[in-house]
């Protein structure tokens, strides 16, 4: 039986659309907005002014926010189907489903108090900075887990990359957290970091889904 199914795979190929579609749209409308400066979830503040010293004017906020909220939910049922497979063992099938449940948790939290100045003040922002430290870490470590059934029920390939993937993102979030805290570390910008944590989930989605959904049943493919 294999590792990922097709309803799962169709799923995680769509959560991943539906984000970069909205977020390259609502980018588009956000007056200069960039990609190597700006937060993700910048484009879902509601607020026009400055934030952290980031200009924030995002008339598609509203899309965004709904974007990640979808997301989450997609990534969460996608999970849960993949994991009903006989090819996932009992442990490996409990932490993806757990890790995907936080990620999705975390993201929905990032959709729903966005990282504004209006949040700051009123303290609701705890629960943007802590939707995002939850989506990131349970999207890239769930990768990881999915990444180690691969590695037994096959594509060992895909295992690998979905290993790798998964160790960039956590990368990805620490150099973040050292770059964006350090007064004399500066190697990449925010926006930079911030998506390579993000985008390493992301690409999986498609990848695992795309690979998913090309490989005959009859032979060992992706989790679903």
Do not use: C, K
């Amino acid at each position: 039986m294999r590792p990922i199914q097709s309803t799962s795979a169709t799923l995680w190929i769509v959560a991943a659309g539906v984000y970069l579609v909205a977020e390259a749209v609502s980018a588009l409308a956000f007056p200069g907005y960039s990609y190597a400066t700006n937060y993700i979830s910048d484009l879902g503040v509601p607020d026009v002014g400055t934030f952290q010293g980031r200009s924030m004017d995002s008339p598609l906020h509203l899309m965004m926010n709904v974007a990640f909220v979808l997301h989450g939910v997609l990534f969460a049922v996608a999970a849960i189907l993949t994991a009903r497979g006989d090819a996932w063992r009992t442990t490996a099938r409990r932490w993806f489903v757990a890790l995907a449940g936080v990620h999705a948790v975390g993201i929905i939290l990032v959709g729903l108090f966005p990282g504004s100045q209006a949040n700051a003040d009123s303290g609701l922002i705890v629960f943007h900075v802590l939707g995002a430290a939850m989506a990131i870490i349970g999207g890239n470590a769930a990768v990881v887990v999915a990444g180690v059934t691969l590695l037994r029920q096959g594509p060992r390939w895909l295992g690998s990359t979905s290993i790798a993937l998964g160790v960039v993102g956590i990368v990805g979030l620490v150099m973040l957290l050292v770059d964006s805290t350090s007064s004399t570390i500066d190697l990449l910008p925010d926006g930079v970091w911030e998506r390579m944590a993000v985008y390493t989930i992301l690409a999986w989605e498609l990848l695992a889904g795309i690979t998913a959904l090309a490989t005959p049943s009859r032979r060992p493919a992706v989790p679903a």
